[in-house]
């Protein structure tokens, strides 16, 4: 059954740098979305993705973040300067429509 | 605002004893309401997704339900592999985002 993969399962930085977390998409789906978990809280939308266009963001999603779909596989997620209240789980997911979003394992992002 | 939430926080379960799981919602419109299982450290992983009041759906031992105002997820005899957090998510009309609960963390002991 095909799935969501995300790469690396665990990054540790220091805050002030830049981090770049990759995501594969279940390959038939059209709708890309990251996520993200701070630990013992709910999971937070962060941004929507579609034809190669942010479709919606939070407002967490400030100007540190953004996102690229570099080729036609990888969709990834970029932290400018990371700061210590963004550690937490991120998680990548996608959709054929705007219906069910299949998520995929997660990153676990340490600042330091 | 759209609002989710669930209740119990936590469910202790024998093996075998049938329990309810609860999510109320509060939404401008709802798209569709979505039940996810997590575990310890992993992602969500997709079981239910609900549109319309009066619908159901079911997988195994469990049942998803939806009115109005709410969504039951019931388990029926359940096992402790069944044990994780259960999210329930809501997705507002003219969004794409996901709107989740805290999760109900239920445990079944043999």
């Known amino acids: 059954e095909p799935e969501v993969t995300q790469t690396p399962s665990h990054q540790v930085t220091q805050m002030g740098q830049e981090v770049i977390l990759r995501c594969v998409p279940i390959?038939?789906?059209?709708?890309f979305y990251w996520y993200r978990q701070i630990l013992g809280q709910k999971v937070e939308f962060l941004v929507s993705?579609?034809?190669?266009?942010?479709?919606?963001k939070s407002e967490i999603f400030d100007d540190q973040f953004s996102v690229e779909r570099p080729d036609g596989s990888n969709f990834t997620l970029k932290i400018r300067s990371t700061k210590l209240e963004d550690s937490a789980m991120y998680f990548c997911?996608?959709?054929?429509?705007?219906?069910?979003?299949?998520f995929g394992p997660g990153t676990r992002l340490t600042v330091l | 605002e759209d609002q989710v939430t669930q209740s119990p926080e936590a469910l202790r379960l024998q093996e075998g004893e049938s329990s309810s799981l609860n999510c109320s919602y509060t939404?401008?419109?709802?798209?569709?309401l979505f039940w996810y299982r997590q575990d310890p450290g992993k992602g969500p992983e997709f079981l239910f997704t609900?549109?319309?009041a009066g619908e159901e759906k079911e997988k195994e031992r469990l049942k998803a339900t939806l009115t109005k105002k709410e969504s039951f997820l019931h388990i029926t005899a359940p096992k402790p592999e069944d044990s994780a957090t259960y999210l329930c998510?809501?997705?507002?009309?003219?969004?794409?985002?996901?709107?989740f609960g805290t999760g109900t963390r239920l445990q079944v002991f043999p």
């Open positions: 997911a996608s959709s054929i429509s705007t219906d069910t979003q299949y």
């Open positions: 390959s038939n789906h059209l709708y």
């Open positions: 993705f579609y034809n190669n266009e942010i479709s919606e």
């Open positions: 939404v401008s419109g709802l798209r569709g």
């Open positions: 609900l549109y319309s």
């Open positions: 998510a809501v997705q507002p009309r003219g969004t794409d985002k996901l709107i």
